[in-house]
Nanobody
Framework: QVQLVESGGGLVQAGGSLRLSCAAS????????MGWFRQAPGKEREFVAATSWSYGSTYYADSVKGRFTISRDAAKNTVYLQVNSLKPEDTAVYYCAANRGANRGEQMRDGFVDYWGQGTQVTVSS
C-alpha cells in the first residue's frame, strides 16, 4: 500500500505559478505510476497529468498542456506538479494519485486509479 500527502496549494493571481508536491510512503516509490487529478466546484474529478516511472513517459490533459509539468524525485519519494500561467478555470482541489505498476500511466490517464491523496486547494483569482 501507499499513502499520499499533498502540499503546495494556495491562492494566486491569474498568470501566477505554484508547485504542488505529493509525498509517498509505503511501497517502493519506483513501483508506482504517479499523477494528478483535480475537481472544481460542481464538476466531476478530471485527469490532469501522469507519469510512468519505467520509461519516463508523461501524459497531460489538453487543457493544461504547455502550462503544467509533472516530475518525480525517487530519492525523496515525491512527485511534483509545476503549474504555470494559471487561469481562474484552474481553480480546483488537486489530488495526487498512484497506480500500482510503474507502467500504468496510460491507465491513469484513462481514469483508473488505485490510491488517492487527500487533496490540496488551488484558487486562482482573476
Amino acid at each position: 500500500q501507499v499513502q499520499l500527502v499533498e502540499s503546495g496549494g494556495g491562492l494566486v493571481q491569474a498568470g501566477g505559478s505554484l508547485r504542488l508536491s505529493c509525498a509517498a510512503s509505503g511501497r517502493p516509490f519506483n513501483s508506482y505510476a504517479m499523477g494528478w487529478f483535480r475537481q472544481a466546484p460542481g464538476k466531476e474529478r478530471e485527469f490532469v497529468a501522469a507519469t510512468s516511472w519505467s520509461y519516463g513517459s508523461t501524459y497531460y490533459a489538453d487543457s493544461v498542456k504547455g502550462r503544467f509539468t509533472i516530475s518525480r524525485d525517487a530519492a525523496k519519494n515525491t512527485v511534483y506538479l509545476q503549474v504555470n500561467s494559471l487561469k481562474p478555470e484552474d481553480t480546483a482541489v488537486y489530488y495526487c494519485a498512484a497506480n500500482r505498476g510503474a507502467n500504468r500511466g496510460e491507465q491513469m490517464r484513462d481514469g483508473f486509479v488505485d490510491y488517492w491523496g487527500q487533496g490540496t486547494q488551488v484558487t486562482v483569482s482573476s
